[in-house]
């Protein structure tokens, strides 16, 4: 009799115990999923009621979103109901749904969120020109200080349609497949020695660069880098140049004559970081050497100018280049001059921007017999980060338009068509033009699709590059005759 009484108290001690969530009882079997609706939501959606079917559901059974309990309605034992909210599908990836009784866990389903990307559009497969946009990769999580002035307040609207964060290939992928419906060709990633512990940045700066160079579907898009680091000390050179090499062997790694092609933000930076032109052409000497150990052909290496500020349009301050080709590079370009215009504490017109950056193409050929890639600025507007310019203190910015953005990238274009002698590469391959810049967000240099300006911008470039080629030359970017 004691040890049948022993026996029941046992019995309840484990029934009680299942039905605080310890081993499993035959009172509280485990659940099954056989099916979940809906199954898919798009990416930022609004919230919704999620509705799973089984069996052995129990009124103490809780739905689960990646193993994290939300709030769960008991309709029988082969039912149950959710509320799911809008945060858990903010982003595309597919989420385990399960759900869990005193008795045990369930079998997992997916609910999907898709990635939205968009189809290639008629200038996907333009062949007027190569066209490439520096692509600022300073987006990797909101702690960022680069999120200054945009979260809140009236720049809020110039949040990617894909969202703030470019963390996940999803996101990379979108502005991926928007590039390519726009007509471009490849982005030009800037790139930092040891991107993680850059000071105050507190974020990966390589992030979307690792992503893309993950990716088995790039959308069509090649890519390049840009040494975008002027603290890199001599001593770590070595181990800088091998990190840059190793993405040389992708087989979408942006080439010019055969060779992988390696940016520099300013030959001017260079020589200060390295103390003078001797020194830099030893160290593009090394990345030359280091390409050559690992099998390349050579690196083309293409210097961003450093010009002096507000001399827009003043031939005669415009520096003699020639020097510039005796520290190893093979070609110039610009990554941006929004303060080589005259000083000015305020807005201007879009124009006096396009008219610089015309100038300078013409004024760089004719001071230099290396080839020159242009750029077209996609605008400035610095506010959201208060960014003066360091002479004079001036929060300087530029009106701007989706057309006239669009016709700057043209006339870059027909000036570059207008000699295939001073491209880096001879005819008949296509002229390369850049633009300043895919998603620099804080400085208004931007096209990326976005919340407040659609699709507008890239939709008026890839317009223009459907263009006939040599059909909107302008006499005004004749190159003219070189020194």
């Known amino acids: 009799m004691k040890r049948a009484t022993e026996m029941l108290a046992a019995c309840v001690f484990c029934s009680a115990l299942a039905a605080c969530g310890g081993e499993r009882s035959p009172m509280n079997p485990v659940p099954v999923i056989t099916a979940i609706a809906p199954d898919n939501a798009a990416p930022d ?27 769960t309605q008991f309709i029988s034992s082969s039912t149950l109901t959710a509320d799911i909210p809008s945060d858990d599908i903010v ?11 005193p008795g045990g866990t369930s079998n997992s389903m997916s609910f999907v969120v898709p990635c939205v990307l968009a189809e290639p559009g008629p200038a996907s497969n333009q062949t007027r020109v190569r066209l490439g946009a ?5 987006w990797s999580t909101l702690a960022s200080d680069h999120f200054m002035g ?48 850059i000071i105050n940045y507190h974020e990966n700066l390589d992030n979307a660069l690792e992503i893309m160079h993950s990716l088995p579907d790039r959308h069509g898009m090649d890519f390049a880098i840009m040494d975008a680091d002027p603290l890199i000390p001599l001593s770590e050179w070595s181990a800088a140049v091998d990190s840059w090499v190793a993405y040389f062997s992708d087989p979408g790694y942006m080439r ?10 300013s030959f001017g930076m260079m020589e200060g970081q390295f103390g003078g032109s001797a020194a830099v052409a030893d160290a593009l000497n090394t990345l030359r050497t280091s390409a050559a150990t690992h099998g390349f052909p050579g690196v083309y290496i293409v210097a961003g100018l450093t010009l002096p500020g507000s001399i827009s349009g003043q031939d005669s301050q415009y520096p003699d280049l020639n020097y510039v ?4 590079y093979d070609a110039l370009s610009v990554y941006n001059y929004p303060y080589i ?15 610089t950056g015309t100038w300078i193409a013409r004024q760089t050929v004719l001071h230099s017999a290396l080839p020159y890639i242009p750029t077209a600025m996609s605008g400035w507007d610095p506010r959201p980060w208060d960014e003066r310019d360091g002479i004079t203190g001036d929060l300087l910015w530029f009106s701007r338009s989706p057309e006239d953005v669009a016709k700057l990238v043209d006339d870059l274009i027909s000036w570059a068509e207008s000699d295939p002698t001073g491209r880096p590469e001879p005819a008949p391959a296509l002229p390369i033009v850049l633009i300043e810049a895919w998603n620099e967000m804080g400085e208004g240099s931007h096209f990326v699709p976005t919340i407040g300006e659609g699709t507008s911008y890239g939709d008026a470039i890839a317009e223009k590059l459907l263009a006939p080629i040599g059909s909107a030359t302008p006499a005004t970017l004749s190159r003219g005759a070189r020194h």
């Not at 010019?256 to 933000?265: C, E, M």
């Open 256 to 265: 010019i004559n055969g060779k992988p092609v390696f940016f520099v933000l």
């Open 91 to 101: 982003a595309s990836g597919n989420s385990s749904i399960t759900v869990t009784n």
């Open 150 to 197: 945009m979260l809140n307040g009236p720049y809020r609207d110039r949040e990617p349609l894909s969202g703030w964060v470019d963390s996940t290939p999803c996101s990379v992928e979108q502005q991926l497949a928007w590039a390519h419906r726009f007509g471009l060709s490849f982005f030009i990633f800037d790139t930092y020695y040891k991107p993680d512990v």
């Open 45 to 71: 959606g609004p919230g919704f009621t999620l509705t799973v079917n089984g069996s052995n559901f129990v009124k103490a059974s809780i739905i689960e979103w990646n193993r994290n309990a939300r709030p």
């Open 134 to 138: 520096y692509y600022f990769d300073g």
């Open 325 to 328: 080709q005796g520290e190893g």
């Open 341 to 355: 215009v005259p000083p000015v504490d305020g807005m201007l017109p879009f124009s006096v921007l396009a008219d």
